[in-house]
């Protein structure tokens, strides 16, 4: 006895993703449909050794079905979400749009579990943004021994945070480089990507921060506590897959950069690899494919009072989206619906 599952957006990286893992992790499903825009209707997306093909999403019935993991932007998640919230398939939304609702839980099943109760309100669940995921997982454990004061986190965000076309214009730009003829102008980007890096992720704010670095801050706040201060800056690298993080942390107490080490080595989804050597340490490239949020360089700062410093990696099409989203599906089965 399994779930009825629907993945919306399952021609997209995310949506591509989010079928792998279910797969990968033997989801419990008795049946499960890719959804997608009808310019994609019928194209076949693989399910473990299955393919599926894609059915229409404008026409699809939600009725009946248990859990739909959607990955479509912000604008068609608002029509379809609701739709599918209604005839009573519980939603687990990658997209902003239900992030900072509070009738809606923001869920990273290593951090607030417990949070998944509430919805029921709304029928919908939000999935953390990709940056924000990965940071919270190192966090809370942290923060559940020594009380965090203050986050200062720089980001380093591979292009697939933008989607396909951001991969291309990397891809593109790179070949361009060697190729005459074949030069690439920006246009998914606001400047040149291949070997440069963008200190800009989506729109800019009154006070000068952008969008993506206000998420970090609401986001961590939401999901960990209401009175941690964050502070962001987020760029875009030329990396293709793998968010790295530069986390500064002050605490309330002093934590020694050893117990830091032995805590973060028992924390649920947290891989640490601190070696103070060449090599010793996970680089974007390593972590592609892999479930775990990485860990290395940790140690004292020693600029302030109870500081430590430390470096996160994960794959952001993974823990940063479409794994988090699973894992959501994953703790919803066991708490709250019955199957079958």
């Known amino acids: 006895m399994g779930y009825r599952v629907a993945v ?6 995310v949506g591509r993703e989010m079928l ?27 399910f473990g050794d299955t393919t599926l093909k894609t059915k229409d999403l404008d026409t699809f019935d939600f009725s009946g079905w248990d859990i739909a993991l959607f990955a479509i932007g912000s604008d068609a998640t608002k029509i379809y979400a609701p739709r599918a919230a209604k005839a009573g398939c519980v939603v687990i939304d990658n997209s902003s749009l239900y992030r900072y609702d509070p009738a809606v839980p923001l869920i990273v099943p290593e951090v607030n ?7 029921s309100r709304k029928n919908i669940i939000a999935n953390p943004n990709c940056s924000t995921a990965q940071m919270v997982v190192a966090l809370k454990p942290l923060h559940d021994r020594a009380r965090i004061k203050r986050v200062v986190v720089s980001t380093y965000q591979s ?3 933008a989607g396909k076309d951001g991969m291309d214009e990397l891809w593109d730009q ?5 190729v005459p003829g074949q030069e690439k102008e920006p246009s998914k980007f606001t400047k040149q990507i ?16 952008t969008k993506e670095e206000w998420k970090m801050v ?12 964050v502070t962001a800056t987020c760029v875009r690298v030329p990396v293709f897959v793998g968010h790295s993080e530069a986390i500064n942390i002050e605490f309330e107490d002093f934590l020694d950069e050893d117990e830091a080490r032995d805590i973060l080595r028992e924390a649920p989804g947290v891989m640490v690899v601190d070696k103070r050597e060449d090599g010793g340490y996970i680089t974007p490239v390593e972590c592609v494919g892999d479930f775990a949020t990485f860990i290395s360089r940790i140690r004292q700062d020693s600029t302030i009072d109870n500081g430590l410093n430390l470096w996160c990696v994960s794959d952001n099409l993974r823990k940063g989206a479409a794994l988090n989203a699973v894992q959501i599906a ?11």
Do not use: W
Not at 113 to 119: L, N, Q, R
Not at 194 to 209: R, Y
Not at 330 to 340: A, S
């Open 8 to 13: 919306v957006g399952a021609t997209g990286n």
């Open 113 to 119: 579990a417990d949070a998944i109760e509430g919805y």
């Open 174 to 178: 790179t070949k361009g480089m060697y």
């Open 218 to 229: 609401a986001e961590t706040k939401k999901i960990i506590d209401t009175s941690i201060l």
């Open 159 to 161: 292009v697939s945070g």
């Open 20 to 46: 792998n893992i279910l797969a990968e992790r033997q989801f419990p499903t008795d049946e499960i449909v890719a959804l997608a825009s009808r310019k994609s209707l019928g194209t076949e997306v693989s």
């Open 330 to 340: 994953e703790v919803l089965g066991q708490r709250c619906l019955k199957k079958g």
């Open 194 to 209: 291949a070997f440069n890096v963008i200190p800009h992720i989506d729109t800019f704010l009154e006070d000068g921060s």
